[in-house]
């Protein structure tokens, strides 16, 4: 059965939009919802899963992100402005590191690395984080422009709120990665709004 579909490419979505979500709350607060940022990890480091919405873990794992996908496509205008450019950072970013095969070798082998470190420390352990955060920014921080994260001095000098951005980060970029393999597509998204609305409406009521 084929993933191009408007489920699956909902669920990538919502993948994205959470990712982004968190990473403004770390940025603003220094602190995000431990159950959406596990989820959001965790379909980093969950490279075979046997549907779209295991990768997070079940429609459960990316219930925040729909919330905020639902919020962000409500009305004429965008809810938050600072989410959608993060959004759309990450789409541009994936789509420069399919293009550099060496990098993406290099993702993926450290990818691998904190799989097996997640394994022995538990997957928000310090040095999983730390690990991942390490990894985005010796590859995709590297890819020109870097994403500008707005936030609180405080919290964007911690170095342990810092990992955990870097790592959401590269989750929202996996997401970028699942969407795009599922068939999405920028005209799509706007073409098919309404249908995206719909989707987004009734996931959330599976819930």
Not at 4 to 9: D, L, R, S
Request: with cysteine.
């Amino acid at each position: 059965m084929s993933v191009k579909n408007i489920t699956n490419q909902t669920i990538a979505l919502a993948g994205i939009a959470q990712a982004c979500s968190l990473v403004q709350q770390l940025a603003t607060t220094g602190s995000a919802d431990d159950k959406a940022v596990e989820a959001s990890v965790g379909s980093l480091l969950k490279i075979d899963a046997d549907s779209v919405v295991d990768v997070y873990g079940g429609l459960s794992g990316i219930e925040h992100g729909l919330q905020q996908l639902e919020k962000q496509m409500t009305g004429r205008s965008i809810a938050n402005p600072e989410q959608a450019r993060y959004a759309a950072s990450l789409v541009y970013l994936e789509r420069q590191l399919v293009n550099r095969p060496e990098m993406l070798k290099s993702v993926h082998n450290g990818i691998e690395k904190a799989q097996g470190q997640a394994e022995h420390f538990g997957l928000l352990h310090e040095n999983v984080l730390a690990s991942l955060g390490d990894l985005y920014h010796s590859t995709i921080s590297t890819i020109p422009p870097r994403i500008m994260i707005n936030g609180e001095p405080e919290y964007l000098s911690n170095q342990n709120i810092v990992n955990k951005i870097r790592t959401l980060l590269l989750a929202g970029i996996r997401s970028a990665l699942l969407w795009r393999q599922c068939g999405g597509a920028r005209w799509k998204f706007l073409l098919f709004r309404k249908k995206l609305q719909d989707e987004i409406k009734f996931l959330l009521t599976q819930l």
